[in-house]
């Protein structure tokens, strides 16, 4: 199948690679730094490092898709032998999506909104020169089957937004492979997705790696992925590989304390311990008491359809002091039940009892939704603003300045706006926003997802210490069991809208009774076995 | 295909309830308004008995409901009534004059998307390098010119200097169609240079957003060519937005018509209207509102159902 012809046992080469980004404080800074890297032909290589660490960028030299004010600094990258950066980009073009298919982290926003499926993925065969329209549809149906569709017959005429994350990562895996090209680069293509999820994609890419003999470069920034899924990994740090080798023998023994101290963090070792976070005491008042609560979106007038319920016949209690995990696929009305909590969403059934508690919410992606054109100043006074209270110039001082001695930031970062910020850092803001009004209740809604092992971690620990000093209930919305179950005393499991089981933490993890606590919990082994677990 | 047809319809009742709201308030407005059209017709000098018979013939004696209906009915099947000025129906006054406001616009909107959609391409290949900086800067001063102190300086540079366009002349497109293209040429550009520099604007911020989004990397990564990126992903999507502004700026159009008229002297919409709020000429005036307003919601009308078309997340749930 595969082109054998190539004599090289490496299908990429990569040799004292440079790359620059202008900068405007510093001229030139250097975001690769003589990488060297060789790719085995049938292998999937892992790339993993912390934000910034140059990964991504190393992909996208590749791939030659680097943003064009990149600097290519010296060096060369070696495709079946045959040099990249001397190529014309006529050619360099075509060899995308033929020889080499990428796939990016959102699946969700990666496909165009007005383009029906067919059109979508018929664009890279034409774009090929493959012009007989049976032919074109006759592979595209041929790729649908292989990544997993069973019926592509009802695919071909959907829009993306009809279509879930997986299957638009399946979408996108089918037009990255369609030309069964010899690397595939993958960028951080899990990351969107719930465990479940990214178990299914990773079980599809690797059995597409081994029947069509595609070579992966896979990026990534959750070592537990790379850990069940490469074969080889390499550690990158400031823009150069610190160190590479076998998964097993990289993760199980690591050689550079940099590596250590990354696994460490993924593993929460550092930030855990036994009183963590406080230990609830269920004879207190509960804080919340939401009894056969319903909600969802509003319909639109002129439509037949007025409401639709996302979240049906919800009922628990929280208490003070207490972290409560709520695990779920993606759609089980999570962020949903987290919304209607806050008041964002006014509940059509049942009913809420929030006894006299002020909530913080800390949403996802602390990128969107910070106000790019204020500066930290701003979004640290609106919650006192919005809750109309009234400090004097040097108590609203002194409050700014412990809020941001508190999330572990220099009060000389009020001034600064929140695209000069990692996303680490924009996390700790959102959260500093939630503490200045010393809330009983946080609601953090997959608050670490879009987040490195280290700024996890980071985030993880600047939340206990929230627990502890202020006595503050955590309801903790969360795809990631592993940090769920280190840290919730109970849990909630959700699916299509209900609480399908809830208890304390070690009965549910221990023996779950609902089938989506036990696809979660079975997808959570998986990802933290060996490569060879997944099948 | 069934989608798309319940959307039409649902969007053809509501066209129908704005216009019925639109014709009541149009109507409230004018009777409302001072001076009783059967004593301007009759003139300072006619007698209280002479104005009595005269309301009873226009069935201004009447409730104002019935009136209301009445003008409804004549409205809705191109009856106007009489104009008080001119004493001919006021649907053939209209007629007559519609083919000149109407070319114009349409020239208008022709020029505005066929200059600014190059223009906004050239310059988003780029942003900020020279013909991006040049465009922005000439869009600025476009943008700032006032459409008539234009119309002046395009008539002195075009007709009076190099003497290409005969300014006054108009011939009907019935006659003379070269002649009538000629005679609304000038008055058309002096309408849409502000607005290129407004769409101008719009879409090239629009098509850098575009270009900057998840899928145009995938489209990349599929080994497209720059030029099917832009024909096949880039512009439909700015399509999506740039609808809705272009339909706001062609309502806009017909009001810059209305003064561009009366600079290039053309017997259109615009100088009628003058002429009817001159004379007071109620049903002049009433009619023409209407129908500028029904202009207006038949465009929002057109905009909607081409929306509807393009960005399927609209028709599809």
Known sequence: MNKSSSKSVNIIEIKDFSLCFPSKTEGMKPVLNKLNLSIKRGSIFGVTGNSGCGKTMTAMSIASLLPKEASIQGGDILFNGQSLLSMDPHSRRLLLGDKIGVIFQEPMSALDPLMRIEAALGEVLISHGVKDKNEIRSKIMEMLKVVGFKNPDAILNRYPHQLSGGQRQRILIAGAALLKPSLLICDEPTSALDTVTTISILELLRSMSISMGITMLFISHDLNVVGCFCDYVAVMKDGAIIEKGITSRVLRSPQTPYTLSLLRKSRLDNVLSNDFFLKPNYSETPLLEVSNMSSGYDGRLFSRQKHANVIHDISFKMYPKEVLGVIGGSGCGKTTLAKTICGLLTPTAGTMLLNDVIIGVVFQDPASCLNPSHNILWHLLEPLKAKKIKLSKLETRELLIATMKEVNLKPSYLLRYPHQLSGGQRQRVAIAMCLILKPKLIIADEPFSSLDASSAANVLSLLSSINHKYNTAILLISHNLHIVSKVASRVMVMDSGTIVESGQLSEVFASPSSQAAKDLLEAERKLNSNPNALS | ?317
């Open chain 2, 1 to 317: 295909m069934r989608e798309n047809l319940k959307f039409i319809l649902t969007k053809a009742v509501e066209f129908i309830l704005t216009l019925l709201v639109v014709s009541f308030f149009t109507f409230a407005a004018f009777s409302i308004l001072p001076g009783d059209t059967a004593s301007v017709i009759l003139g300072p000098e006619a007698t209280p008995e002479q104005i009595d018979s005269l309301r009873q013939e226009l069935g201004l004696d009447k409730p104002m409901v019935e009136q209301y209906l009445n003008w409804l009915a004549g409205t809705f099947s191109g009856n106007l009534g009489q104009s008080t000025a001119f004493n001919v129906p006021v649907s053939s006054l209209i007629a007559q004059r519609l083919p000149v406001t109407l070319g114009m616009c349409a020239l208008a909107l022709i020029i505005v998307i066929g200059v600014s959609y190059p223009m906004a391409i050239l310059s988003s290949r780029k942003p900020f390098h020279l013909a991006d900086q040049v465009f922005s800067i000439i869009g600025h001063i476009a943008f700032a010119i006032p459409p008539f102190v234009l119309s002046l300086l395009l008539i002195l540079l075009f007709s009076n200097l190099f003497g290409y366009f005969a300014v006054g002349q108009y011939y009907a497109p019935t006659d003379n169609f070269g002649g009538y293209l000629n005679s609304l040429l000038l008055p058309s550009v002096c309408i849409a240079i502000p607005k290129i520099a407004m769409i101008f604007k719009f879409l090239r911020s629009s098509i850098i957003t575009e270009k900057a989004s998840d899928y145009i990397k995938t489209s990349k990564a599929h080994g497209l060519s720059d030029f099917s990126i832009l024909i096949r992903h880039v512009l439909p999507n700015t399509n999506v937005s740039a609808i809705t502004v272009v339909s706001i700026v062609l309502s806009d159009i017909i009001g810059g018509s209305l003064i561009v008229e009366q600079v290039f002297n053309l017997p259109g919409l615009g100088r009628l209207l003058l002429m009817g709020i001159s004379r007071r000429d109620f049903p002049l005036l009433s009619g023409m509102v209407f129908y500028l307003a029904l202009a207006t919601v038949i465009i929002y009308f057109v905009a909607d159902i081409l929306n509807n078309l393009v960005d399927p997340r609209m028709r599809l749930k």
